[in-house]
Structures are given as C-alpha cells and as structure tokens.
C-alpha cells in the first residue's frame, strides 16, 4: 500500500553534485516527518537527513553544509540534494517515511550513489 520510490543515484567524482528523488504513494506524505539514509559495505546503517511536516531539518555532522533535503507536498516528493561529494559518500540511499513517534516505518528500495577518487 505505502510506497516509496527512490531515483536519482549514479556514479560521480569527488566534489560533484547529485540530486536524489524519493517519490511517496499510499502515504499521508504532508503530513509525515521523512529522511534519508544510507548505507556502504561494512557500516552501519546511518540517518543522513530528516525533515519534518513543517520543513524543519536535521542532518548528521558528516554531511551539514553539503546536503539539503527538502520535500514537495504538492508533488509528494522528497528530495536529497548531495554537493561536494567525497568518496567516503558512497552508499545504498534509501528514502524513508515516519508513521509513528519514533523511528522510521516505510522504506525505498534503494539507490546507489557512487563517488569515484
């Protein structure tokens, strides 16, 4: 029923720039607080951004200054826009929706962003 579907990974040299899409159906998208994470070979799975119903943002402190996140909900679209990438970003990104307090209950398939030395 909820579906999130994420697009927009590649492959990219440091210091270029990405912009991922995470498009939401079945899922009261205005309302729902949404984020990112990602996830590379041999790490934790790690919240990268998050934004909430009325657009306040968070991000970890290995990307602030780099990465925005927004969402249209017009377009139920959330979006994550990566710039002055660096190798140690490289991950499977995946979109994620908040239904209850805590956590994350709705997940993307997943997009692969590839950052190249």
């Known amino acids: 029923q909820v579906q999130l579907v994420e697009s927009g990974g590649g492959l990219v040299q440091a210091g270029g720039s990405l912009r991922l899409s995470c498009v939401a159906s079945g899922l009261t998208f205005g309302g729902s607080v949404m984020g990112w994470y990602r996830q590379a070979p041999g790490k934790e799975r790690e919240l990268v951004a998050a934004i909430s119903s009325g657009g306040t943002t968070s991000y970890t402190d290995s990307v602030k200054g780099r990465f925005t996140i927004s969402r249209d909900n017009a377009k139920n679209t959330l979006y994550l826009q990566m710039n002055s990438l660096k190798p140690e970003d490289t991950a499977v990104y995946y979109c994620?929706?908040?239904?209850?307090?805590?956590?994350?209950?709705?997940w993307g398939q997943g997009t692969q962003v590839t950052v190249s030395s």
């Open positions: 994620a929706g908040r239904v209850e307090r805590f956590g994350y209950q709705y």
